[in-house]
């Protein structure tokens, strides 16, 4: 015993075991063998009801006895493996041309499955005897079964390209496959063509084969795409439902399908669309009706009154199994191995196996009509002496010493001799003669007809074309699936999918931001509006759901937020912070931010954003370059390239394209006054130009943008002692880009006013509040101030007790 044992490695007995599985389930269960387009369970299946004579002219059988005959003689696996595989050589949603007819339920579009095997009754379709035609005549090799007991053939004579026509899929290990079904008219002429033209090209082919031809129909997209699939056996299609919309009663309209894509599963798809309508996914559908009967299939998708058919539509392809993308991947065996394979090599393997079924079935034909020839000949010559044989046979003692008798006496052939000794007596008639003659004449015509097929190659591929012709002729069938040029782009409208409605929008420098119904704000008060403490309004303005909001940060970043999807709040609620769902900076604060109308392009053709920064840089940006962009909603995108850590956003103005003019103030109180046109408008990750010639010590503390039209252009300038004044901006002199400036407050020896804040949007109703550091809070209205020179220290709101001033803060206008 112990001799028995081995010390093996686990790694290498794992690695041999798995090697030989996969190598079976490659070769000998999962993928099609390129000859007849059949797996092996297939194969046997169809084998085993062509030898139990179920054929297409014979009554149906119940299916328990022919998975029996399977699993018993050809394939001993489970038999639920062989019933399934065999309902699926039934099913014409799955086949292009089904090989076995059934009756009874087998399964459906819905992904049903069919009846138990006890139930159902099946019988060989007329086509599938095409692919066993000529099996009796030595045409294909056969091997034993997996008990010695009987033989099958290892592949079957097809007489049509069954791996086109009925395509396969299948998933073994390493490989997997995706062969589309075909049109067997179309592939019978490309396989004409191929012999006509052994060099043909796909596009060539492809003028016989458009494309795949679906049993479901539906239409494909994308000929470029096709070609490359049929070129390398690898590509991507685009399956699409074939639809209409069509006008219903009360001004309504609904959405029609009547083919999906091929091996789409039709339950499931109408719940999913059914889902979106009752989720809420899009507005307009008011009913999905699955109508489908036994004439054919149809969905019915009923919309809403003044729904957009078009769009939901659009919607439904992207987002359902109305359309999908159907991944070629041909693989076949290929003299015992699995091979990616393109259309011409499909072809070219199928011609070949071909001439071998031919040239063999030939062969045994020739040898048959020889050998009867043989015997014919021996008869009449036995005929010509009848009286001397009858004499010979009637003398002899037995059939054996009749039969050597006449090989020796009359020099017959033994296979003569038994021909005549087996001849009945009704046969030696004056009318025999004349039969026997007619028959030799027309087997001598055999003979030299299969003698000059298997001498001309020629001749063999004519015989091969005219029963291809004859098969077209009696199987072929129109085309059922659609094919187009183009992939057509699926655009979908914002329409569809959100409601559209009038809502408030809010954004505070903090970062809060909320969405308000019409009936919160009119309840309230506009004070009321739940702002945090040291806050500042930015934003409020009726909008659309259809509109984005447009925020710029302090960091030179920019958010686009469409106002669908910002969370909704009652207007005294401080609303949601921009860090819950955004990562922001650390003191990153939003300086301004401005609405985008739906399909507002046009509107802002001719706006920029020009953007002021704290180390004197400006920058100008058309408004249309602030779009949306991947990962909006969790991310911040670039509005300006800020050039050192330190710098920063200190203003932001949206102008339209006029003559404008900035005036830019530094902290130490040097102010420059310039055109706008000096500065080129640049893209969103430019850093913009020099806008202002800074001391060492000194930054940008504020800039605007005005038109210069009015003899009064009003600029609001607190410093930090507390100090407030308007002033006319038109008074400093106009000078040119990047200069130092001229000075707009009064130098003072001893603690000299510096500034903390300008704004030139100020108008009569316009309030701001001074907080100093002491926590007073004074409140001024800029036009209630009168105009000062250009170097006025302004008047004193704070004291010294109040301390100096802390921060600035903008009240919002309500002006709705």
Not at 208 to 222: E, H, L, R, S
Not at 346 to 373: C, G, M, P, W
């Amino acid at each position: 015993m112990q001799q028995d044992i081995q010390e093996l490695n686990l790694e290498d007995v794992m690695g041999d075991r798995f090697g030989r599985y996969s190598k079976y389930i490659i070769q000998d269960r999962a993928l099609p063998d390129i000859r007849d387009g059949l797996k092996p369970v297939q194969r046997r299946i169809l084998y085993a009801m062509f030898v139990e004579g179920n054929t297409s002219e014979k009554q149906f059988r119940k299916s328990a006895k022919t998975v029996g005959n399977v699993i018993g003689n050809y394939h001993p696996h489970g038999d639920s493996s062989v019933y399934e595989a065999m309902v699926r050589l039934s099913q014409d949603w799955k086949l292009r041309d089904v090989l076995v007819e059934m009756h009874g339920n087998n399964g459906s579009m819905d992904g049903d499955p069919a009846a138990a095997m006890r139930y159902t009754e099946a019988r060989l379709s007329k086509i599938s005897e095409e692919l066993l035609r000529d099996l009796d005549k030595k045409t294909v090799d056969f091997v034993l079964n997996f008990d010695d007991t009987e033989e099958e053939p290892t592949v079957l004579p097809a007489r049509f390209p069954n791996l086109l026509v009925n395509g396969a899929t299948g998933i073994s290990a390493g490989y997997a496959t995706e062969i589309p079904t075909h049109n067997l008219g179309e592939v019978i002429d490309a396989t004409i063509h191929t012999i006509d033209h052994p060099k043909a090209t796909v596009k060539e082919l492809m003028q016989f084969v458009k494309g795949p031809d679906f049993p479901t129909g539906a239409i494909i997209q994308g000929i470029d795409e096709l070609e490359q699939a049929y070129e390398t056996g690898k590509g991507k299609v685009v399956v699409r439902s074939k639809t209409s919309i069509e006008a219903i009663k009360g001004g309504k309209s609904q959405i029609v399908v009547t083919e999906i894509p091929y091996e789409v599963n039709k339950a499931l798809l109408v719940k999913k669309i059914d889902e979106i309508r009752l989720n809420k996914k899009i507005e307009g559908i008011a009913e999905v009706r699955d109508e489908s009967d036994r004439t054919g299939l149809q969905i019915v998708i009923e919309l809403k009154k003044e729904a957009n058919a078009e769009g939901i539509l659009n919607y439904l392809l992207k987002n359902t199994e109305l359309q999908i993308n159907y991944n070629f991947n041909m693989v076949a065996i290929d003299a015992r191995r699995p091979m990616q394979v393109g259309l011409k090599k499909i072809l070219d393997s199928y011609i070949a196996h071909q001439k071998e079924v031919i040239t063999k079935r030939t062969q045994f034909d020739l040898n048959k009509a020889q050998d009867r020839l043989h015997i014919v000949d021996g008869l009449m010559k036995a005929l010509s002496i009848l009286d001397e044989v009858i004499a010979l046979i009637r003398n002899s003692n037995d059939k054996k010493d009749a039969k050597e008798k006449l090989v020796e006496t009359y020099d017959f052939t033994m296979t003569q001799a038994e021909a005549i000794v087996s001849l009945q007596l009704y046969r030696l008639t004056n009318t025999d003669i004349t039969i026997l003659q007619e028959e030799k004449l027309d087997l001598n015509e055999r003979v030299a007809t299969l003698t000059s097929i298997l001498k001309s190659e020629k001749t063999l591929l004519q015989v091969m074309k005219q029963e291809l012709r004859e098969l077209k002729k009696k199987y072929a069938t129109p085309r059922l699936t659609e094919i187009q040029a183009e992939i057509k782009e699926i655009k979908i409208e914002t329409e569809i999918l959100i409601p559209e409605e009038e809502v408030y929008v809010v954004a505070t420098k903090q970062g809060y931001y909320k969405r308000v119904s019409p009936r919160s704000f009119a309840s309230s008060a506009p004070e009321e509006n739940g702002l945090r403490e040291g806050d500042e309004v930015l934003l409020v303005q009726k909008v659309s759901t259809l509109d984005s909001l447009v925020l710029f940060t302090s960091k030179g970043n920019y958010l686009h937020l469409p106002v669908h999807e910002i969370p909704e709040a009652k207007w005294k609620d401080v609303g949601h912070h921009l860090s819950q769902s955004i990562s922001l900076a650390t003191n990153e604060i939003i300086l301004a931010g401005m609405v985008k109308e739906k399909d507002s392009n046009d509107a802002y053709q001719d706006w920029t954003v020009v953007f002021f920064t704290k180390e004197g840089l400006v920058k100008q940006t058309a408004m249309n370059e602030f779009n949306t962009y991947r990962g909006y909603k969790t991310r911040t995108s670039n509005a300006i390239k800020l050039k050192t850590a330190t710098d920063e956003v200190v203003a932001i103005e949206l102008v339209p394209n006029q003559e404008q003019e900035i005036f830019i103030v530094t902290h130490c109180g040097f102010g420059l006054r310039y055109e706008l046109s000096e500065v080129p408008v640049v893209g969103t990750v430019a850093s913009g130009v020099k806008a202002i010639n800074l001391r060492k010590d000194d930054f940008v503390a504020g800039a605007m943008v005005y038109s210069p039209e009015s003899k009064v252009v009003s600029a609001f300038l607190a410093t930090q002692r507390g100090s407030v004044k308007r002033f006319n901006v038109l008074e400093v002199s106009m000078l040119t880009r990047a200069k130092r400036g001229l000075m707009v407050l009064r130098e003072l020896k001893n603690n000299p006013h510096r500034v903390v804040y300008l704004d030139g949007n100020i108008s009569s109703k316009q309030e701001y509040v001074i907080v100093s550091t002491n926590g007073e809070m004074k409140e001024i209205r800029p036009m209630d101030l009168s105009l000062v020179d250009r170097t006025s220290n302004g008047s004193a709101l704070l004291n010294d007790a109040d301390g100096v001033t802390k921060s600035v803060l903008k009240k919002f206008v309500y002006d709705f």
